[in-house]
């Protein structure tokens, strides 16, 4: 599939993602981090990506604009390290904070509109994105989760940003790498009566949460919450996907959410991955036959991934939004920073 990757939208093209997963199978974006570094940015920083959100604003443009033209459906925003209280550790004023999180929905828009003027299928959705609160501490917490905090103290955390990434009229809130049920619960009652749906999406190991908690239990707390369009897990190795598919299908009746890491491990001292990718083609297929209805790729998955994961989904005919496509070429590798 060349990178113009156009599907034309029919008279019927769902008109929300809701419609999209009830339709088929929607495609998701994949490494924000790496898709930077590639282009030569610096992410260093404690910010991460979201110190460019007030540095160089179109360099996030670009790499949203790279995914959509790979292939995807939805752009997950930059603003999953962006907190209150990152920023207000750089000197940046609150109200500040609250425009650069605004900014982070207004990027994946623009670049939305100039995949579309580009000819590049449609429609395309917007992201945005909640990190934990561990991402906030930039120390690898999201990944060791229990923080000291109470489920009443992480939702105090949560609302305030999410008010804002709601007013700034995203299509989906991505509540992800969650690593914690308690936090999970936190996040859950952040987001009623924000106005704009969620998915809620963990990040694993093995058959449980990284607080240790079972799937099951964890999965189930979205079942019944009205606001969550998708349940499932983020920035995990591929092979804890197959069973966390199977088990939130089957504890939520929703569609389930899909985006792991390449199989790299992230060392936070080093401030660097290590080992070597582990996804394979073929797990695509069994994701989405399993229920998943989003599928793409987080930390080192860049646009050929995307590009793969699309091809591999429209040979099987299960895109939400089908059309043209160029070739019927295989899954591709992963795309590494």
């Known amino acids: 599939m060349s990178s113009d ?11 929300t993602l809701a419609e999209a997963l009830a339709a088929g199978t929607a495609v998701l974006d994949g490494g924000m ?3 930077l570094e590639s282009a030569g940015h610096d ?7 979201a110190r460019l959100l007030a540095e160089r604003p179109e360099a996030i443009t670009e790499a949203h604009l790279a995914y959509f033209e790979a292939g995807a459906d939805v752009a997950i925003t930059s603003s999953y390290q962006a907190t209150f209280e990152g920023f207000a550790g750089r000197g940046i004023s609150r109200e500040r904070a609250a425009e650069l999180l605004g900014l982070s929905v207004e990027l994946a828009r623009e ?6 003027a580009k000819g590049v299928r449609g429609p395309l959705w917007v992201a945005a994105s909640v990190g934990p609160y561990g991402a906030m501490l930039a120390d690898g917490s999201e990944y060791r989760c229990r923080y000291g905090l109470s489920v009443a103290e992480l939702e105090r955390f ?12 995203p299509d989906v809130l991505a509540l992800e790498t969650v690593p914690d049920a308690d936090e999970a619960r ?12 969620a998915w809620l999406s963990y990040s694993v190991a093995g058959d449980r949460t990284r607080a240790g908690q079972p799937l099951e239990e964890a999965f189930g707390l979205a079942a019944d919450a009205d606001e969550v369009i998708a349940v499932g897990v983020n920035c995990c190795a591929p092979d804890d996907v197959d069973a966390a598919v199977t088990t939130a299908a089957r504890v939520t009746g929703k569609p389930v959410v899909v985006y792991p ?9 080093a401030r660097a991955w290590t080992g ?25 998955v860049g646009p050929t991934a995307i590009t793969g994961i699309a091809e591999a989904l429209a040979s099987a005919g299960s895109l939400a939004s089908p059309g043209s496509l160029d070739s019927p070429n295989s899954l591709g590798p992963l795309d590494s920073a």
């Open 186 to 197: 936190a996040l859950l009652q952040a987001v009623r009566g924000l106005g704009v749906p």
């Open 33 to 35: 981090s790496n898709q």
């Open 43 to 49: 992410l260093s920083d404690e910010l991460w990506s």
């Open 276 to 300: 070597r990718s582990t996804f394979a083609p073929e797990q695509v297929s069994g994701w989405e036959r399993a229920g998943a209805r989003l599928i793409g790729g987080c930390c080192r």
């Open 261 to 269: 890491n390449s199989g790299e491990t992230w060392d936070a001292e």
């Open 158 to 169: 949560h609302r305030p940003r999410l008010e804002v990434l709601a007013g700034a009229g």
């Open 5 to 15: 990757t156009t599907r034309d939208p029919s008279p019927a093209a769902p008109r």
């Open 111 to 116: 670049a939305a509109r100039r995949a579309e």
